[in-house]
């Protein structure tokens, strides 16, 4: 007996808004409600970026994340990446045994000595 299972995901995003005032000599505090919505935690690093009268705040990245970011937008590395997943797709992959050992075995080879 066959049986037809669905299901439904629904993603739900909610937005806080919040109005705080600038004030002259007194630093922007972002509400705790605001603060705790995105995840943020104490004595976590963040980075301010400001731009067209719009101020973003994000987690700092890690010197690894930070040079995952830069690579990802190299549209030579996205190209490589998009390539290995559509050999991924078409079955074309093979076990990391299989390629530390082809690797190791063209070490061998170019280790030999030349007559």
């Not at 104490?42 to 101020?55: C, D, M």
């Not at 040079?67 to 797709?89: C, M, N, S, T, W």
């Amino acid at each position: 007996m066959e049986r037809n299972v669905s299901a439904t995901i629904r993603v739900v995003t909610i937005i806080i808004s919040m109005t705080v005032v600038v004030k002259n000599k007194e630093p922007l505090v972002v509400p705790t409600a605001a603060r705790r919505r995105a995840g943020f935690k104490s004595g976590q690093e963040l980075e301010v970026k400001a731009s067209g009268g719009v101020i973003t705040i994000v987690p700092k990245l890690s010197p690894d994340e930070l040079q995952d970011e830069r690579e990802v937008r190299d549209p030579k590395i996205r190209e490589a990446i998009r390539d290995g997943h559509q050999e991924f797709l078409a079955g074309k992959t093979r076990p990391i045994e299989d390629f530390f050992a082809a690797r190791a075995a063209r070490g061998r080879r170019r280790a030999r000595p030349r007559p």
